[in-house]
């Protein structure tokens, strides 16, 4: 492992670990000190079991701050979680208003397309059906007028027929 390895990997370690290292370290020291230094045993066990108390105390103490600063954590951990539920929620809901919203609109949209389209069929049979009946009526017409012409050169034929027989006679 190279020197910047080592570097980086105590780098990423928690802070505390290092005033925990501080806090045993001291305690061991102190103790050490009073085991070497020239007391009389009775007077070296009070000063033991001082400092013991006094350890004690502060473990204790540091113990407390502990399970407070942990319980306002955990209590904003709450309090963020249920603010991004409620968030989330909102949103969803405003996602699905939307949506249903847009599928409405969409909906009428085609309806209306759908009764224009109706509309211009109908107005364009209405128009097919005007022109034929206008054409019929037309060709009933020129029918009729043809019909009225070829009677009146049949007519002009029987009587031309009619003439040259008698002539004939």
């Not at 501080?22 to 230094?37: N, Q, V």
């Not at 007077?43 to 079991?49: F, G, K, P």
């Not at 306002?72 to 929620?89: F, P, R, Y």
């Not at 919203?101 to 097919?128: H, P, R, W």
């Amino acid at each position: 492992m190279s020197n910047v390895e080592h570097k980086v990997e105590h780098e990423v370690e928690n802070g505390s670990n290092f005033f925990k290292g501080i806090f045993i370290g001291s305690l061991i020291g102190a103790a050490a000190a009073l085991l070497f230094a020239p007391k009389p045993g009775r007077e070296m066990r009070s000063d033991l079991s001082d400092k013991l108390t006094l350890a004690t105390d502060k473990t204790k103490e540091v113990a407390g701050v502990v399970t407070d600063k942990t319980k306002a954590i955990a209590t904003t951990v709450g309090e963020k979680a249920t603010d991004l539920a409620s968030t989330v929620s909102v949103k969803a809901s405003d996602i699905y208003t939307t949506v249903s919203d847009s599928k409405q609109q969409i909906a009428a949209t085609l309806q209306e397309a759908g009764s224009k389209i109706g509309d211009t069929v109908s107005e364009a049979s209405n128009n097919v059906a005007s022109d034929v009946k206008d054409a019929s009526k037309e060709v009933a017409d020129e029918a009729k007028a043809s019909s009225k012409e070829v009677a009146d050169e049949a007519k002009d034929a029987k009587e031309d027929v009619k003439s040259s027989y008698k002539s004939s006679y």
